[in-house]
């Protein structure tokens, strides 16, 4: 079935480097995706967020890339800091013409494990 | 402050015991969601709302029962059905939008860990 899953489950950075994370999505319907941070032992908290009729958007020291064509997404963090360590979860909402109740439904992939070294 | 409200954080269950989570949101969202992740898994939905006294299964609701008598409120029961309900469950929230262009982020509380001794 249909699914949204992670290249990597774990990445580790220096502090003050450059992080990418990268999701892979399958659903090509899908027409929003949403970044999330979560802290350990805490909720998900909203990072950024991409339409499909954007390939990119910019927020404070993140960025999301959509690439429909591979179906791929990415989230850059830069500078990044002992903060941002945390999972972080791509999700996506597929688009749905036909079913009220699919459209407020976001299939959330398995999570990548970022670790920022000191 | 607004937001979503969870509890308990912790909560400890004998087994054959039923026990309900509480999920209050004061963001006069319409649409409410009740997750639960497994270590090292991603998000699995287990019931939603989008309306008041309606309510629909997600991927994994056996062993699990909702009610929705509220628009701020949303408790979840997991039930002595459910095989296997240790687990971290986060309750979220949402606007409901047009169908065809609703761009709904999911506020998330803090979660109750939920496990069975």
């Known amino acids: 079935g249909e699914s949204v899953g992670l290249h990597l489950p774990t990445l580790s950075v220096q502090e003050g480097d450059n992080s990418i994370i990268n999701c892979a999505y399958s659903n090509s319907a899908s027409d929003y995706f949403i970044w999330y941070k979560q802290e350990s032992g805490k909720g998900p908290q909203f990072i950024i967020d991409?339409?499909?009729?954007?390939d990119k958007r910019q927020g404070q020291r993140v960025t999301v890339l959509l690439n429909k064509t591979v179906k791929h997404l990415s989230l850059q963090i830069a500078a990044t800091q002992p903060g941002d360590s945390a999972v972080y979860f791509c999700a996506e909402k597929p688009l749905d013409l036909w079913s009220e109740g699919s459209n407020y439904k976001l299939t959330f992939g398995k999570g990548t494990l970022l670790t920022v070294n000191p | 402050d607004g937001g979503i409200t969870q509890s308990p954080k912790y909560l400890f269950r004998k087994e054959g015991q039923n026990v309900t989570l509480s999920c209050e949101q004061n963001l006069n969202h319409d649409a409410m969601y009740w997750y639960r992740q497994d270590p090292g898994q991603g998000l699995r939905l287990i019931y939603y709302s989008q309306i008041v006294n309606d309510f629909q299964k997600g991927d994994i609701a056996e062993g699990y029962s909702v009610s929705r008598e509220k628009k701020e409120s949303f408790p979840l029961t997991v039930t002595s059905a459910q095989k296997n309900p240790t687990a971290f469950y986060l309750c979220a929230s949402s606007m409901v939008g047009r169908k065809d262009r609703s761009y709904n982020e999911q506020f998330f509380g803090p979660g109750t860990r939920l496990t069975v001794l």
């Open positions: 991409i339409r499909s009729n954007m």
